[in-house]
């Protein structure tokens, strides 16, 4: 049964999909903004909004944090020094994603996430 699941798989095991989450928001954090599939631009979403709430304070237990969620230290400090600081007076709502047309592919649905 699938109670209580709320995220999606995408067709991974559990290391795997964690593996794909971190290297999506690494690159979401160095580019800024990332085109990628619409099911995991939802899924990377929650991720990488509460990444910028820890960032947003500053302290050597957050920078520890998102430095072993990101498993880079310079991305870490480009968190916390570039992209936190924008967002001071919100609550939420740090990125934005938007659909893009089919992949010819394999026709799959497309979108752009990147920083509001």
Do not use: C, W
């Amino acid at each position: 049964m699938n109670h209580h699941k709320a995220k999606r798989t995408l067709g991974r095991k559990k290391n795997q999909y964690n593996a794909l989450m971190r290297s999506l928001a690494r690159n979401l954090v160095r580019d800024e903004k990332i085109v990628t599939t619409e099911a995991k631009a939802r899924e990377l979403r929650p991720v990488v909004e509460k990444l910028v709430t820890r960032a947003k304070t500053d302290s050597v237990a957050n920078r520890r944090v998102l430095t072993a969620r990101l498993n880079d230290e310079t991305l870490s400090k480009k968190l916390i020094e570039k992209i936190a600081p924008n967002y001071k007076d919100r609550s939420g709502g740090y990125t934005r994603i938007t659909k893009l047309p089919l992949r010819v592919k394999d026709a799959a649905k497309m979108a752009h996430i990147e920083f509001v």
